[in-house]
């Protein structure tokens, strides 16, 4: 019998997707190969046309947002940029398996998942462009805002959700990771307390290889999935590239926090194609050979080449394409639509009610700025 993988019902847990840290882990696993064609595991799926399409088009939409803030980075409209190239499948597949209702706070290079949540590219754009602390408001897509203080999130998402069982609500809580941000106390800490607490948290690492220049095997001996069993979490090791399974490992994973399970954890194996960041030049510590490997499994690549055979009409991707153009057109224009925020207004945001020693601040400012404006 098949297993219907849709978007509307999660994963069965009979799937028997899950790793667990007491047998032998025979590599990550994987519904579709580099070349798009269906493995044995994904073959007893009945997969849904109509849920890969939107797989394929979110992880097509954050590819070209990528491609553009790169360009606007360059040219000086962006003071900093963190590509998520290679790592859309290990985004889409997991955001896509969780409910709107469930609270997401992710690291900083989230694009995909923050697109899929409903983020705009503005909203994604302005802490980029210096204009902002965040963009958008976390409460109106349930996704928190980003955290660039490595790691951070994961004690961020472990506190939520404890005080979410708390109020007796019954939200998980997910929050997204690398395997460098593994190796961080915060991280660590999160996993043991979710764990002690058997709090509804999914910890999804994004496994891109790279800690910045640090590769994998000169930061841990364990891979991060069996470490977290070591902290009693239920856990999972799929391949990141394939946006298929991993949008069926999560919905699993999630069903089994659901039921009272506690904790779980997802390690998705991809690659961060770009460098770190803009400012990061990645050709002096990883070799071509690596980035050839990699390209080779484009997770956009082999969900195409399964979409065509499974008979998605050439109509699909021709419109698809239209609709890239138009997305790139709003991302140059929201961009620059970004104007540089009014520093008087930093003072009515220092606290929650006015305080006289901020006043006497904003007053020096003004005067300040008239002396300014009086000598330029």
Do not use: K
């Amino acid at each position: 019998m098949t297993q219907q993988l849709t978007a509307d019902s999660p994963t069965p847990a009979s799937a028997t997707l899950e790793r667990s840290w007491t047998g032998p882990d025979d590599g990550p696993i994987q519904f579709v190969t580099p070349a798009g064609e269906l493995t044995e595991l994904g073959a007893a799926y009945d997969v849904d046309t109509s849920l890969a399409q939107t797989l394929y088009r979110d992880m097509a939409r954050a590819r070209r947002l990528d491609q553009e803030a790169l360009a606007l980075q360059r040219q000086g409209e962006l003071g900093l940029w963190l590509q998520c190239w290679g790592q859309e499948a290990a985004q889409v597949g997991t955001i896509r398996a969780l409910s709107a209702d469930d609270y997401v706070f992710p690291a900083y290079r989230e694009h995909a998942a923050a697109l899929a949540r409903g983020v705009t590219p503005g909203e994604l754009l302005a802490q980029w462009r210096g204009v902002s602390h965040g963009g958008w408001d976390p409460a109106s897509h349930n996704f928190h805002l980003y955290s660039l203080v490595l790691g951070t999130q994961s004690l961020h998402a472990t506190g939520f959700a404890m005080g979410s069982v708390l109020l007796g609500t019954d939200h998980l809580v997910a929050t997204y990771f690398g395997d460098g941000a593994a190796s961080q106390g915060d991280v660590n800490e999160a996993l043991n307390w979710s764990a002690a607490g058997n709090l509804p948290v999914l910890f999804i690492c994004q496994n891109n290889q790279w800690a910045i220049s640090t590769p994998t095997e000169l930061q841990y001996r364990t891979p991060v999935h069996q470490r977290a069993a070591g902290f009693g979490l239920r856990v999972f090791h799929v391949d990141g590239n394939d946006v298929l399974a991993t949008y069926a490992v999560t919905s699993e994973a999630a069903a089994l926090i659901r039921r009272g399970e506690g904790p779980a954890l997802v390690e998705a194996e991809t690659f961060r194609m770009a460098g770190h960041s803009t400012s990061d030049d990645p050709t002096r510590y990883r070799g071509e050979d690596e980035i050839t490997a990699w390209r080779s499994r484009d997770p956009l690549v082999r969900l195409e080449v399964l979409l065509r055979n499974l008979g998605t009409p050439a109509g699909f991707f021709s419109d698809l394409d239209d609709e890239l153009e138009h997305l790139a057109v709003e991302v140059r224009r929201a961009c620059r639509a970004l104007t540089e925020p009014v520093l008087d207004d930093l003072f009515d945001q220092a606290y929650a009610a006015p305080h006289a020693l901020v006043e006497a601040e904003r007053l020096a400012h003004r005067e300040l700025a008239e002396l300014m404006s009086a000598g330029a």
